[in-house]
């Protein structure tokens, strides 16, 4: 079956077995070059009046770079069954190997030429509307600190980004 776009409002996602189990590949980059990652932590919502979703990316993965330097990435939500491709996705750098080509995922293209994959389920194109480094600063409650940071720190950027197209099946 081929994806096909829907509204945002008509999303009902359970975004905890989204985010949870499913865990999307973040894609960003153009017709020319991108990158793809598995991602566990996101929140979707409003902000600004707008239907946002924000991700979490530490600059030392190579998808960092293309984050940076493209207005759009996409989420693509895999069939539960694709999880060796997570797994892969999650465990292995761009730098080191093409992960499209060896997963067989096949490229398509939404808003700003952002690239996502038609075996996704649900996918979600977004653009950038607002980025921030977390800092140790702004914690509040450091009970899960250490967990994720320890000492060598290396902090996540956020990113929020309007949903600017939903694809389903
Ligand atoms: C289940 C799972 C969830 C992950 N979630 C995130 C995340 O939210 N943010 C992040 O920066 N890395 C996350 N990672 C780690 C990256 O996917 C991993 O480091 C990946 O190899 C980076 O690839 P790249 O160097 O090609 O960008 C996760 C990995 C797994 C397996």
Redesign the pocket.
């Known amino acids: 079956m081929k994806l096909h776009p829907i509204d945002f409002m008509e999303l009902s996602p359970k975004v905890f077995q989204l985010f949870g189990t499913q ?1 999307p590949l973040l894609t960003a980059g153009d017709k020319n070059r991108c ?1 793809t ?5 996101a929140q979707l919502g409003t902000l600004w009046a707008k239907p946002v979703c924000t ?4 600059p030392e ?4 770079g293309f984050m940076e330097s493209h207005d759009y990435f996409t989420l693509s939500f895999l069939p539960a069954e694709q999880k060796s491709i ?2 892969f ?7 080191d190997v093409d ?1 499209i080509k060896e997963c067989g995922l096949t490229v398509a293209y939404g808003a700003g030429d952002a690239p996502y994959f038609e075996e996704a389920e649900l996918v979600l194109v977004c653009k950038k509307l607002y980025t921030q480094e977390l800092s140790a600063d702004c914690v509040l409650d450091g009970g899960p600190i250490d967990r994720f940071y320890g000492a060598h720190g290396n902090w ?1 950027k956020s990113y929020v980004a309007e949903v600017v197209e939903v694809y389903t099946k």
């Open positions: 865990t990158n990652m598995t991602i566990g932590w991700v979490y990316v530490r993965r190579h998808t960092y997570l797994t996705c999650g465990t292995k750098s761009g730098r992960k996540h």
